[in-house]
Structure formats: C-alpha cells, structure tokens
C-alpha cells in the first residue's frame, strides 16, 4: 500500500506563490509518474499538471500553463507543484496521484488513470 502526503498549501495574495509537495511512503514514487489534481467547491476534480517518472515529460492543463511547474526528486521520493502568478481562481483542493501503469515515459490525464491519491491541501487565492 502506498500513501501520498500532500504539502505546502495555504492563502496566498493573487499574484503570489506557492510550493506545494507530494510525498510517497510505503512505495518509490520514481517508478511512477505522477499528477496534480485541483477540486474547488461544487466543481469536478480536474487535471493541474503530470509528470513522468523520469521527469523527462511533464504535462499541464491550458488553464495553469506557464504559471505553474511540475517536477521530481526522486531521490527524496517528492513530487512538487510551483505556482506562480496564482489567481482566485486557482483556489482548490490539490491532490496529488500515482497512475495504475508503472514507468514509461508518458503522463495521463484521466482521473480514471490514477490508482492511489493523497488527503489533498488546500490553496486560497486572495484579491
């Protein structure tokens, strides 16, 4: 069994930044690749950002791309998700996630894709 602890969430001024951080125990995150999932209130989980296993291929929904940065340790067994430039909008629930598949070089989108999922951490975006 895995486990996922999320990290680094907060509130935060439009324009500001945050550094969230995705841990693994109980498996290496490096033989996975991983996502960043955001849920905001009455809305549907939806896809943030992935990243190989390698961190070789990363991948961002249009809405966070050239704000936001995903990327790896793998030897500290971290995932982390830099957010720049955050708007209100960005306010959520991250949740971060490890796919079914193990290795390969590609990342995944679907919700359906990912097998494990962390607690998530709140993110409050201000005026």
């Known amino acids: 069994q895995v486990q996922l602890v999320e990290s680094g969430g907060g509130l935060v001024q439009a324009g500001g930044s945050l550094r969230l951080s995705c841990a693994a125990s109980g498996r290496t995150l490096s033989s996975y690749a991983t996502g960043w999932f955001r849920q905001a209130p009455g809305k549907e989980r939806e896809f943030v950002a992935g990243i190989s296993w390698s961190g070789g291929t990363t991948d961002y929904a249009d809405s966070v791309k050239g704000r936001f940065t995903i990327s790896r340790d793998n030897a500290k067994n971290t995932v982390y998700l830099q957010m720049d430039s955050l708007k209100p909008e960005d306010t959520a629930v991250y949740y971060c996630?490890?796919?079914?598949?193990?290795?390969?070089?590609?990342?995944?989108?679907?919700?359906?894709?990912?097998?494990?999922w962390g607690q998530g951490t709140q993110v409050t975006v201000s005026l």
């Open positions: 996630a490890i796919p079914f598949s193990i290795g390969g070089s590609r990342t995944f989108r679907r919700r359906d894709e990912y097998r494990y």
